[in-house]
């Protein structure tokens, strides 16, 4: 994606498996496009902590990371439209609490910044903040059952 800045046009690379460089989209992207870019930040943390947990856990966030994904889940609205980032819960140094907070979040942003009504196949995610925690555990179980047990096919890697 080419980015304005002081010294001219820049290409600014972003991973969409990356939480911190995805998010940092919300502050390049005009603000129609807000919407797709949080819910995309809350499928990630949703695929992220529900089938490798382990991944991130030991990865987890720097400091400066975990600010700027901090304040990329108030940008949305939070401090945009007179509220704030709000507090976390305690604990959110650990990288998987700290995604599965940012992802309600975001999903519950993209629900509140895409227009009335919302066709049906749009509606969840309204309703993702609330039921984060069970998208997550399935996820985790279908990882379990399905994508896990292949690995040595795959990757010639012996089973866990």
Do not use: H, K
């Not at 498996?17 to 499928?43: H, I, K, N, S, T």
């Not at 976390?88 to 999903?107: E, H, K, M, S």
């Amino acid at each position: 994606m080419l980015v304005a800045t002081r010294r001219g046009l820049r290409r600014r690379r972003f991973s969409e498996l990356g939480p911190v460089q995805l998010a940092g989209l919300l502050e390049v992207v005009p603000q129609a496009e807000w919407p797709g870019v949080l819910r995309r930040l809350g499928d990630l943390a949703l695929f992220l902590t529900g089938v490798f947990p382990d991944y991130v856990a030991r990865r987890g966030f720097g400091a400066i990371d975990r600010d700027r994904l901090r304040r990329a889940a108030g940008s949305w609205g939070g401090t945009r439209q007179g509220g704030t980032a709000g507090a976390f819960i305690a604990g959110d140094d650990d990288a998987v609490t700290l995604l599965g907070q940012l992802g309600r979040r975001w999903y519950q942003a993209a629900s509140q910044l895409l227009p009335s009504p919302l066709p049906a196949n749009v509606a969840v995610i309204g309703e993702m903040p609330e039921r984060f925690n069970d998208a997550r555990r399935v996820l985790s179980v279908i990882a379990e059952r399905s994508l896990f047990p292949q690995r040595e096919r795959w990757f010639g890697l012996p089973p866990a």
